[in-house]
T-cell receptor, first 114, second 113 residues
Framework: DQQVKQNSPSLSVQEGRISILNCDYTNSMFDYFLWYKKYPAEGPTFLISISSIKDKNEDGRFTVFLNKSAKHLSLHIVPSQPGDSAVYFCAANAGGTSYGKLTFGQGTILTVHP | DAGITQSPRHKVTETGTPVTLRCHQTENHRYMYWYRQDPGHGLRLIHYSYGVKDTDKGEVSDGYSVSRSKTEDFLLTLESATSSQTSVYFC????????????FGPGTRLTVL
């Protein structure tokens, strides 16, 4: 039972354009969401997060949008750069007594072409 | 750089042998986690720890055990490795539970022949 889903295994974008990565979740107890970026042979690195009390969070070129009614979040990267090419994972946390356990999506491979 | 190291970084072993992976942190974070990454599954939680000697199971804990005798070290043991445990293993740490960011180590690639 996949509680966090990234339905697009891959995304290809031209440099300078917008990249939009999507994530859906089913567990209504999730109240904190994160995006991680992963390069080959490295551990995931934290990008940006959002609490369920917000619907948008920005950090430089990265913006995360949360639609709680649709149980959907998205990561926008503007403008996209070749160095953004990596695997992107969304993750969710149920807060409370979850001890910070994260549930991850399957990942989306982003390729940004020069 | 979150001050997390994992050892070994690569290991090849045979079915039925015991294997221990080590995660070491220099951040004095209370919470530590072990995940495995497999194609099509993202990262899945194996075990986690919320303090010294305090551990619990995650989503895919069968065949794995953990120990945490010091704040800085979290060990993952495969008592009798199987080919299905071939994977990349990541350790993560966080300061608080709940709405806190987890920081990941560089990973250990384990191959069970």
């Amino acid at each position: 039972d996949q509680q966090v889903k990234q339905n697009s295994p891959s995304l290809s974008v031209q440099e300078g354009r917008i990249s939009i990565l999507n994530c859906d979740y089913t567990n209504s107890m999730f109240d904190y969401f994160l995006w991680y970026k992963k390069y080959p042979a490295e551990g995931p690195t934290f990008l940006i997060s959002i609490s369920s009390i917000k619907d948008k969070n920005e950090d430089g070129r990265f913006t995360v949008f949360l639609n709680k009614s649709a149980k959907h979040l998205s990561l926008h990267i503007v403008p996209s750069q070749p160095g953004d090419s990596a695997v992107y994972f969304c993750a969710a946390n149920a807060g409370g007594t979850s001890y910070g356990k994260l549930t991850f999506g399957q990942g989306t491979i982003l390729t940004v072409h020069p | 750089d979150a001050g997390i190291t994992q050892s070994p970084r690569h290991k090849v072993t045979e079915t039925g042998t015991p294997v221990t992976l080590r995660c070491h942190q220099t951040e004095n974070h209370r919470y530590m986690y072990w995940y495995r990454q497999d194609p099509g599954h993202g990262l899945r939680l194996i075990h986690y720890s919320y303090g010294v000697k305090d551990t619990d199971k995650g989503e895919v804990s069968d065949g794995y055990s953990v120990s945490r005798s010091k704040t800085e070290d979290f060990l993952l043991t495969l008592e009798s490795a199987t080919s299905s445990q071939t994977s990349v293993y990541f350790c993560a740490i966080s300061w608080r539970e709940g709405t806190d960011t987890q920081y990941f180590g560089p990973g250990t690639r384990l191959t069970v022949l």
